[in-house]
């Protein structure tokens, strides 16, 4: 067998500022971007693809979806003229790297490296106050409505950056932030905001688990979504084992959320603030 078809850009290296741009899909990998609401590929080969979710777009239908009719999964369907297999979800109002298969033996395949926890996913994500460099949010958590029962949930955050922003707060004149890289161990019902919640660390931008003054702070400003961004997703390839990293860059609202304290991506960490 052929090793898989992959962009250059798909293999494991360091993060430089610029990188993770959308790449040139391989020649076997058949996908449509010039159909409307069709979704920036990061890469893809005849195995599986990672695409760039927007913002307030739904993965896929569920009790959540209520009224809602567009769903990422019917628009791949129909940008690689193809079956698709989603190999995990994000939250509506998560943006960035959503890895999924071709066929059912990579789905399956890719499904067990998420069991084994072989997937390496890093999230952008912007919080309220200055928490430490480095910290680690042991916390149990629910499955979300009707799963009651509460199971470990481990999230690993690093800090990036901080800034003020001249919005008075609980009696100081200015208000904190950070940006945060979030690495969750384990992958529970919006585990990444609720642990934030739990620190008192608010994601700035939730409307469910967030602080409704801050969220307010950042919507007067312009920046209106949530904070929360999968920057990065490591896996191993299914075909050969090899090792992979795909980058989706932030864009539109999180990078003005980033340009009101002079923040930057280059080299793996942020600079400003």
């Known amino acids: ?47 599986l693809a990672v695409v760039d979710k927007p913002a307030g777009l739904m993965v896929h239908d569920s009790v959540l979806a209520a009224d809602e009719t567009d769903f990422a999964a019917d628009r791949l369907r129909a940008q690689f003229g193809r ?36 997937l390496d996913k890093r999230y952008l994500a912007v919080c309220r106050g200055w928490p430490e460099e480095g910290f680690t949010i042991d916390h149990p958590l629910d499955g979300g409505p009707g799963k009651p029962q509460k199971k470990p949930a481990v999230t690993r955050f690093r800090r990036l950056a901080c800034g003020e922003l ?68 490591g896996f191993p390839h299914p075909k050969d084992g090899q090792e992979m990293t795909v980058v989706a860059p932030p864009s ?7 340009a009101l304290f002079g923040w930057s991506l280059a080299d793996g960490a942020a600079g400003g603030g």
């Open 1 to 47: 067998m052929q090793p898989p078809e992959r962009a250059t850009a798909g293999r494991r290296r360091p993060l430089r500022a610029g990188c993770g741009k959308t790449r040139r899909p391989a020649d076997n990998a058949r996908v449509n971007e010039q159909l409307p609401g069709s979704l920036p590929v990061l890469h893809a080969d005849q195995w």
């Open 83 to 118: 079956q698709v297999f989603l190999v995990h979800r994000l939250d509506r109002a998560t943006s960035g790297c959503l890895l999924l298969a071709f066929d059912r033996d990579t789905a399956s395949a890719l499904g067990k490296a998420v069991m084994a926890q072989q």
């Open 166 to 233: 001249d919005e008075p707060s609980a009696g100081f004149p200015t208000s904190r932030y950070a940006l945060l890289e979030c690495a969750p161990v384990t992958g529970r019902f919006r585990q990444i905001r609720r642990h934030l919640k739990h620190a008192s660390h608010h994601l700035i931008g939730d409307t469910s688990h967030g602080d409704g003054r801050h969220n307010r702070a950042f919507r007067m400003r312009g920046v209106h979504r949530m904070l929360l961004h999968a920057w990065q997703l």
């Open 252 to 258: 539109g609202e999180f990078l003005k959320a980033m």
